[in-house]
């Protein structure tokens, strides 16, 4: 009896010390959630209490993140409509940047639609003004009381509206400007491939201006040849007397103003070659001073075939041919036309593309003006047939002799056709004396093959009106250069048509000459750049004149002319 009350004594015991155990572990769990309570309260006090909220007075809401976190938390204790507000003015805010942003691409683009800029930049000022209308203002921004809901939903439906039709013509412009940036870019493109075209173009034509106008090594060595074998043998090569055929007017006379050799050759050669009386042709061949030995040793080793007579000269050897009394000469004189031919500068070379062969100081030298002076330097004459170096005869050319000029000076082939080849393309029609003096349409001829009559020449006194213009053109302001524009003018009146057959132009630039009219031709003209004995030469055309070049010279095939 007495052990079971103990025991059960002891059993008691163990119990209330687990009891006790719980009760102090719950104690400390309430109080440790009583003190987060607090610093929970505490903390959300300390909020509610500092930037309390501030009505808006600024078009635009603010729109970083800690803002709208702020709003959305403080509506927790104001109003729920508030970040209802945020949000409807968050939405009206984006819709407004990118209305703005479409217009100011529009007018960087420079796009030719104002309305449609215009309706852009009303719309961005109809969202941004929502805001001061005076009932939204009152009710939604100046009021420290609770939003009228009302108010609000008016309030959202005017934003919806706006955005609605912002989005309506973001999606309606989006593609339009997005063609447009591709347009302006394809624009930039084509300017700048422009700007680079135009510059080939300008490069392109004074590396052919070169080609076309330098001495290439074959023929220089041709008349370094000749030349030597004058010092090697000057006995050979004396002067002779001149000979009466020279001043012969029953004679069939041509004149051929050169420096160089092998073009001048192919010249006589060919006039020769098809001449029914040879004999009765007399070729009057005036050249300068530094080409002059050269020319006589190639005529002296090979004489023109069927007895025709051949006269060389230089133009030197006119003693009347000066500065008193050519233009040309003085002109030459003076130093703005020396530093306008002759300062070397490549920006001069290429700056202007179209006009750049006018550059070329042999427009106006004396042996290209030279055919203004026939009457002087032939005056026992009464007709003589000019020909250029670059052309090749075909066929016999006496019949021009018997063609009446009808008391003309000049017998050349018109070259218009259509409106190209008039006046107005080689004269300055804007100034006053040549649109007084000139018909603007009136149809251009061609230099290269003319008979002219000595004698008509000196009695209508075409030096003296050619002299007059180039006095007037010093300053080159009624044509640019070269001698077929006062050829125009000198011979305006005085110029008689001669059938299209005695002179074919165009082999030294136009691929597309018919051989039909090449063959029916007298006289076919390599005038252009491509001379037959360039390398540039077209090849369609070249061995109508190569066959004229006498191979069995000696110093031809030495100066490997890759004929």
Same mark, same amino acid.
């Given at each position: 009896?007495?052990?079971?009350?103990?025991?059960?004594?002891?059993?008691?015991?163990?119990?209330?010390?687990?009891?006790?155990?719980?009760?102090?572990? +719950?104690?400390?769990?309430?109080?440790?959630?009583?003190?987060?309570?607090?610093? +929970?309260?505490?903390?959300?006090?300390?909020?509610?209490?500092?930037?309390?909220?501030?009505?808006?007075?600024?078009?635009?809401?603010?729109?970083?993140?800690?803002?709208?976190?702020?709003?959305?938390?403080?509506?927790?204790?104001?109003?729920?409509?508030?970040?209802?507000?945020?949000?409807?003015?968050?939405?009206?805010?984006?819709?407004?940047?990118?209305? *703005?942003?479409?217009?100011?691409?529009?007018?960087?683009?420079?796009?030719?639609?104002?309305?449609?800029?215009?309706?852009?930049?009303?719309?961005?000022?109809?969202?941004?003004?929502?805001?001061?209308?005076?009932?939204?203002?009152?009710?939604?921004?100046? &009021?420290?009381?609770?939003?009228?809901?009302?108010?609000?939903?008016?309030?959202?439906?005017?934003?919806?509206?706006?955005?609605?039709?912002?989005? $309506?013509?973001?999606?309606?412009?989006?593609?339009?400007?997005?063609?447009? #940036?591709?347009?302006?870019?394809?624009?930039?493109?084509?300017?700048?491939?422009?700007?680079?075209?135009?510059? @080939?173009?300008? *490069?392109?034509?004074?590396?052919?201006?070169?080609?076309? %106008?330098?001495?290439?090594?074959? #023929?220089?060595?041709?008349?370094?040849?000749?030349?030597?074998?004058?010092?090697? =043998?000057?006995?050979?090569?004396?002067?002779?007397?001149?000979?009466?055929?020279?001043?012969?007017?029953?004679?069939?006379?041509?004149?051929?103003?050169?420096?160089?050799?092998? @073009?001048?050759?192919?010249?006589?050669?060919?006039?020769?070659?098809?001449?029914?009386?040879?004999? %009765?042709?007399?070729?009057?061949?005036?050249?300068?001073?530094?080409?002059?030995?050269?020319?006589?040793?190639? +005529?002296?080793?090979?004489?023109?075939?069927?007895?025709?007579?051949?006269?060389?000269?230089?133009?030197?050897?006119?003693?009347?041919?000066?500065? &008193?009394?050519?233009?040309?000469?003085?002109?030459?004189?003076?130093?703005?036309?020396?530093?306008?031919?002759?300062?070397?500068?490549?920006?001069?070379?290429?700056?202007? @593309?179209?006009?750049?062969?006018?550059?070329?100081?042999?427009?106006?030298?004396?042996?290209?003006?030279?055919?203004?002076?026939?009457?002087?330097?032939?005056?026992?004459?009464?007709?003589?047939?000019?020909?250029?170096?670059?052309?090749?005869?075909?066929?016999?050319?006496?019949? #021009?002799?018997?063609?009446?000029?009808?008391?003309?000076?000049?017998?050349?082939?018109?070259?218009?056709?259509?409106?190209?080849?008039?006046? $107005?393309?080689?004269?300055?029609?804007?100034?006053?004396?040549?649109?007084?003096?000139?018909?603007?349409?009136?149809?251009?001829?061609?230099?290269?093959? =003319?008979?002219?009559?000595?004698?008509?020449?000196?009695?209508?006194?075409?030096?003296?009106?050619?002299?007059?213009?180039?006095?007037?053109?010093?300053?080159?302001?009624?044509?640019?250069?070269?001698?077929?524009?006062?050829?125009?003018?000198?011979?305006?009146?005085?110029?008689? &048509? #001669?059938?299209? &057959?005695?002179?074919?132009?165009?082999?030294?630039?136009?691929?597309?000459?018919?051989?039909?009219?090449?063959?029916?031709?007298?006289?076919?003209?390599? *005038?252009?750049?491509? %001379?037959?004995?360039?390398?540039?030469?077209? =090849?369609?055309?070249?061995?109508?004149?190569?066959?004229?070049?006498? *191979?069995?010279?000696?110093?031809?095939?030495?100066?490997? +002319?890759?004929?």
């Amino acid at each position: 009896m007495a052990v079971a009350v103990r025991g059960s004594r002891g059993g008691g015991g163990g119990f209330g010390l687990v009891s006790s155990s719980l009760r102090s572990f +719950f104690s400390y769990r309430i109080f440790v959630s009583a003190m987060f309570s607090l610093l +929970f309260i505490a903390t959300l006090s300390v909020l509610l209490s500092t930037n309390p909220y501030t009505p808006h007075h600024d078009s635009a809401l603010p729109t970083t993140g800690n803002a709208y976190v702020h709003r959305t938390f403080l509506a927790l204790k104001s109003d729920p409509l508030k970040t209802r507000l945020d949000l409807i003015y968050k939405q009206a805010n984006d819709h407004m940047t990118l209305v *703005n942003s479409y217009a100011a691409y529009a007018r960087k683009l420079k796009l030719e639609i104002s309305k449609q800029l215009r309706m852009f930049n009303d719309l961005a000022s109809e969202i941004s003004d929502l805001q001061m209308k005076p009932g939204y203002r009152t009710s939604l921004f100046e &009021s420290d009381g609770p939003v009228d809901e009302d108010v609000l939903r008016q309030f959202e439906k005017e934003v919806k509206d706006k955005v609605k039709t912002a989005r $309506a013509m973001v999606a309606e412009s989006k593609e339009n400007y997005d063609n447009q #940036l591709k347009i302006q870019k394809l624009k930039d493109t084509i300017f700048a491939v422009n700007e680079l075209l135009t510059k @080939a173009k300008k *490069n392109g034509a004074f590396a052919s201006l070169i080609a076309a %106008k330098s001495a290439p090594k074959s #023929l220089h060595c041709l008349a370094m040849r000749l030349v030597g074998e004058m010092i090697s =043998n000057p006995e050979k090569y004396r002067d002779e007397g001149p000979k009466p055929e020279f001043e012969d007017p029953s004679l069939y006379h041509y004149a051929i103003f050169s420096d160089n050799v092998i @073009a001048v050759s192919v010249v006589v050669r060919s006039v020769v070659k098809n001449a029914n009386e040879p004999w %009765k042709h007399v070729f009057h061949v005036v050249t300068d001073r530094m080409n002059l030995a050269a020319m006589k040793v190639w +005529f002296k080793m090979r004489p023109a075939d069927g007895g025709a007579h051949v006269e060389v000269k230089a133009v030197e050897d006119f003693s009347f041919l000066n500065s &008193s009394y050519v233009p040309v000469l003085r002109q030459l004189e003076s130093a703005n036309l020396q530093k306008f031919y002759f300062e070397s500068r490549e920006e001069n070379a290429t700056k202007d @593309a179209s006009n750049m062969k006018f550059r070329n100081p042999k427009y106006l030298s004396m042996l290209n003006h030279l055919r203004f002076y026939l009457p002087e330097i032939y005056p026992k004459l009464h007709k003589i047939l000019f020909l250029d170096d670059d052309v090749v005869v075909q066929k016999d050319l006496t019949g #021009l002799w018997k063609i009446d000029l009808d008391g003309k000076v000049n017998g050349a082939v018109e070259t218009c056709f259509g409106s190209f080849h008039r006046y $107005a393309q080689y004269l300055n029609f804007s100034h006053p004396l040549i649109k007084e003096k000139f018909n603007p349409k009136a149809c251009a001829w061609a230099y290269g093959m =003319n008979i002219f009559d000595l004698d008509a020449w000196r009695r209508e006194k075409s030096t003296e009106q050619y002299h007059y213009w180039q006095n007037l053109n010093e300053d080159r302001t009624l044509w640019k250069l070269g001698t077929l524009p006062p050829g125009l003018i000198t011979f305006y009146s005085t110029t008689k &048509s #001669l059938d299209k &057959s005695w002179h074919v132009l165009g082999l030294g630039y136009n691929p597309s000459i018919s051989m039909d009219a090449i063959n029916r031709a007298s006289v076919i003209h390599y *005038n252009g750049n491509m %001379k037959p004995w360039l390398d540039i030469a077209m =090849n369609q055309y070249k061995n109508l004149w190569t066959k004229y070049v006498d *191979n069995d010279m000696e110093f031809v095939q030495m100066c490997n +002319f890759g004929l």
